[in-house]
């Protein structure tokens, strides 16, 4: 869906991975909230197809963020064209399922740059937005393994997004930006995937489930509802924070 030069009235959001079940579940909440919304995927067909599913204002472009040209020509034309940028949500995220004993320094590194610098990257690059409009939110998608462990370079680069979405925080307030995570525990998607075949999520899902106080997993609508508040004016004095979205499995110290 081609995006159109005009300046919009409606709020704009910015959502990378918003081909996947996350993104695209925020994508669909925003766009429910009145938003004008561009997803942004690595893979162009699936960033199309949330657009197509949505009613409402939703374009979807590639977009790879672990490539600093690919993220400068993404912020550069959705502001050029919609005119303003409101809202990032950096749902873009990658999980090699690698041990201490397995890294790939390879793997080790596009994790890095897609789930860590990318954000870094996207918020620079829309600081000149932010700072002539003097408003604006970021939010983080995160991830429980910040507290709990995982596997070692996706959960680093998880508590890595933590330190940053409060340095940021601390940085962008002077311009009106509020910058917030929302960190989920196991959702079922396709990302989850990465974890391994459908016969190990399916153990690892009920696992989950046993040490959940509520007893349910999260779905990507959960998430999408936290996201959708931390971009809205409801959440106008709140930053810095990480919102945990995980039927209280964040309580527990174990998985």
Not at 198 to 215: N, S
Not at 222 to 234: G, H, K, T
Request: charged fraction near 20%; include cysteine; hydrophobic fraction near 45%.
């Amino acid at each position: 869906m081609p995006i159109h030069p005009h300046q919009t009235d409606t709020p704009v959001a910015l959502i990378t991975g918003g081909g996947g079940d996350i993104g695209g579940a925020a994508a669909a909440r925003l766009a429910a909230d009145g938003w004008t919304v561009v997803v942004g995927d690595l893979d162009l067909a699936a960033a199309l197809a949330t657009a197509e599913r949505i009613p409402g204002a939703v374009h979807g472009r590639r977009l790879d963020v672990a490539d600093p040209s690919d993220i400068s020509a993404f912020v550069e034309g959705a502001g050029a064209e919609l005119g303003r940028i409101d809202a990032v949500v950096c749902a873009a995220g990658i999980e090699p399922a690698q041990d201490l004993a397995g890294i790939d320094v390879d793997a080790w590194d596009r994790t890095q740059h897609v789930n860590l610098r990318g954000p870094a990257l996207i918020a620079q690059a829309v600081l000149p937005w932010w700072a002539r409009q003097r408003s604006g939110a970021l939010v983080n998608i995160g991830s429980r393994t910040w507290l709990g462990g995982g596997h070692p370079g996706y959960a680093a680069s998880k508590a890595g997004l933590v330190g940053l979405t409060r340095s940021l925080a601390m940085e962008l307030a002077p311009l009106g930006v509020r910058v917030n995570a929302v960190a989920p525990s196991f959702v079922r998607t396709g990302f989850s995937r990465q974890r391994g075949d459908e016969r190990m999520l399916d153990a690892y899902a009920e696992r989950v489930r046993a040490v959940t106080p509520m007893g349910e997993l999260v779905r990507p609508e959960d998430v999408a509802n936290a996201v959708a508040f931390l971009a809205s004016e409801q959440a106008a004095r709140i930053t810095g924070e990480v919102l945990h979205v995980c039927a209280g499995s964040q309580l527990p110290t174990f998985l």
